[in-house]
């Protein structure tokens, strides 16, 4: 098909070069099964016999319905022999159908970092790629620092191309390894390109150190390249590769080129995107194109007003189609739009007295510091408050907490925050004391004990999140603090709740205290 664009991803391999990120043989095998689920045509798996977790990988019984199971490593060593070399037997023996080999396309690197002559460098490309497809098994060159060396020495980097080609290689992927090209030297350098070897037969690879790297890949299809490497959420060394979950749904909803990807499996996207994050156990970009909490998410009030009567005006896809949604915002800046979305998700129905009334009340409270962008349980809270459907579920009569330094019986310096707590709760006094390695953890162990009994579905409250922001820097350590948490239960809810004081220990058991009542309210409506 002229028009397909095949896309190859690196995220197990290339994408576990990330700062911080080590996947282990079940992370990768979750991801790959996913990944082939989603239609992309290569999967690379990682560099069998580089490493333990990458060789037991390559063991295991993975069949893929949609892709190819790729094996990275890189071309011969230098004076070897292609058919006795270590490493490129270990990748033509494994269970890979297809190869991807990393090779010099820049005679600088050939001089400066690998201290070889340029010939022998040629010989170790095209050897490599032979040795492949004499094994029957489908080759892909990438042609590391190929567009820098293209402006240092167009020649070479040429015949390196040429070399893998004239092989047998199926792709020829150019490869942007230091991510500072831009998109119109990636056109230009491609189109180039194209003119020896046929586009069907060109790939990208673009690192994002410009910030450049989806657009330099769509560059690069729009001068004749015919496959995109790239990684989920843009994971990669450095500032990491092109984002094949941006790259997806542009091909396949603002471009003529087709993949394979259905539009129907365009919806798992979202669901990807945050399956990686879950695994790596990393927050999710909330601005995120196309699948960001925020991707949809509509704050000042003229906006919010023009996506009631139609969402097209300020939205350039419908959310759902890449399993989003759309989120009207309730802020100082949201008009009466916002706030009836967001009352009309919660199926409340309110006179225009009761709605500006609330509107005011919403403003008073962010003029205090509060702020209900994603605190929207506490939004949630606040609203049935006030119109009466939620009453407390306890009431507090007061806290203390003690923190200690001191050093423990092995000699190791620690520090244990203790809470006493008082609560009136079903017509009942309970006072509790819990410990915690910090003091909002020891109040919420305190607050717990008080309550399980008569609430035993706090058994399954998890605080998964905590922030703090300084509102008034100027004032130090007397400052205004917001403190936002995030939690979850085993209903698979996720709610974000807010609290505002000069005490970050009252903020903090203010935020405490909407999330406790939020689940609450919903565990007895359920």
């Known amino acids: 098909m002229e028009n397909k664009i095949y896309l190859f991803d690196t995220t197990l391999r290339d994408g576990q070069q990330t700062t911080g990120v080590n996947f282990t043989?079940?992370?990768?095998?979750?991801?790959?099964?996913?990944?082939?689920?989603?239609?992309?045509?290569y999967i690379e798996g990682g560099w069998p016999g580089a490493n333990p977790t990458d060789d037991e990988f390559f063991?295991?019984?993975?069949?893929?319905?949609?892709?190819?199971?790729?094996?990275?490593?890189m071309t011969r060593r230098p004076s070897k022999s292609a058919g006795n070399d270590p490493g490129l037997n270990t990748l033509i023996n494994s269970k890979a159908t297809s190869i991807c080999l990393v090779g010099k396309s820049s005679l600088f690197q050939v001089t400066e970092a690998l201290s070889i002559d340029k010939n022998e460098n040629l010989l170790m490309i095209s050897e490599s790629i032979k040795e492949i497809t004499k094994k029957?098994?489908?080759?892909?060159?990438?042609?590391?620092?190929?567009?820098?060396?293209?402006?240092?020495?167009?020649?070479y980097s040429i015949e390196c191309l040429m070399a893998a080609?004239?092989?047998?290689?199926?792709?020829?992927?150019?490869?942007?390894?230091?991510?500072?090209?831009l998109p119109n030297e990636i056109f230009e350098i491609v189109s180039r390109v194209t003119k020896e070897i046929p586009g069907k037969n060109i790939g990208i690879h673009a690192h994002n150190d410009t910030e450049n790297a989806v657009a330099n890949s769509l560059a690069a299809i729009n001068a004749g390249a015919k496959q995109i490497q790239g990684t989920i959420n843009g994971l990669g060394e450095r500032c990491g590769n092109a984002n094949l979950i941006s790259l997806i749904p542009t091909l396949a909803l603002k471009t003529d080129y087709q993949i394979n990807i259905n539009k129907d499996k365009l919806s798992d996207i979202t669901k990807l995107s945050r399956l990686v994050d879950e695994i790596l156990n990393t927050p999710s970009k909330k601005q995120s194109p196309y699948v960001g909490e925020y991707a949809f998410s509509h704050k000042g009030g003229l906006h919010a007003s023009a996506v009631e009567k139609n969402p097209e005006t300020y939205e350039h896809i419908n959310p759902s189609i890449v399993g989003n949604f759309r989120n009207v915002i309730i802020s100082d800046q949201a008009g009466k739009s916002n706030l009836i979305t967001q009352l009309n998700k919660m199926s409340?129905?309110?006179?225009?007295?009761?709605?500006?009334?609330?509107?005011?009340?919403?403003?008073?409270?962010?003029?205090e510091g509060f702020s209900y962008d994603t605190a929207l349980a506490s939004f949630e809270v606040l609203v049935r408050k006030e119109i009466g459907e939620i009453v407390d579920f306890y009431t507090l009569q007061k806290f203390r907490v003690t923190d200690e330094r001191r050093w423990n019986a092995k000699g190791q310096l620690i520090t244990e925050s203790e809470a006493t707590i008082n609560v009136h709760v079903a017509d009942e006094e309970r006072m509790t004391v819990g410990v915690g390695n910090g003091p909002v953890n020891a109040i919420d162990s305190a607050l717990r004990k008080a309550l399980i009994s008569f609430y035993p579905t706090l058994k399954n409250l998890k605080l998964t999140d905590f922030k703090v922001m300084i509102l008034s820097s100027d004032k130090g350590t007397g400052a205004v603090t917001r403190v936002l948490i995030e939690s979850t239960d085993d209903s698979n809810r996720h709610w974000t709740t807010i609290g505002v004081s000069p005490n970050i220990i009252d903020a903090s058991y203010n935020a405490i205290y909407d999330s406790i009542t939020y689940k609450l309210f919903h565990d007895l409506k359920s």
């Open 59 to 73: 063991n295991r019984d993975i069949k893929f319905n949609n892709s190819s199971f790729t094996a990275f490593g």
């Open 348 to 367: 409340i129905n309110l006179s225009d007295d009761k709605i500006n009334k609330i509107l005011r009340i919403i403003k008073e409270k962010e003029s």
């Open 136 to 155: 029957n098994k489908e080759a892909i060159f990438d042609a590391e620092h190929f567009f820098d060396g293209f402006k240092y020495n167009e020649k």
């Open 165 to 181: 080609y004239e092989s047998g290689a199926r792709w020829i992927v150019l490869c942007d390894t230091n991510g500072g090209t």
């Open 25 to 41: 043989v079940s992370d990768k095998m979750i991801i790959s099964k996913a990944l082939d689920e989603l239609g992309v045509d």
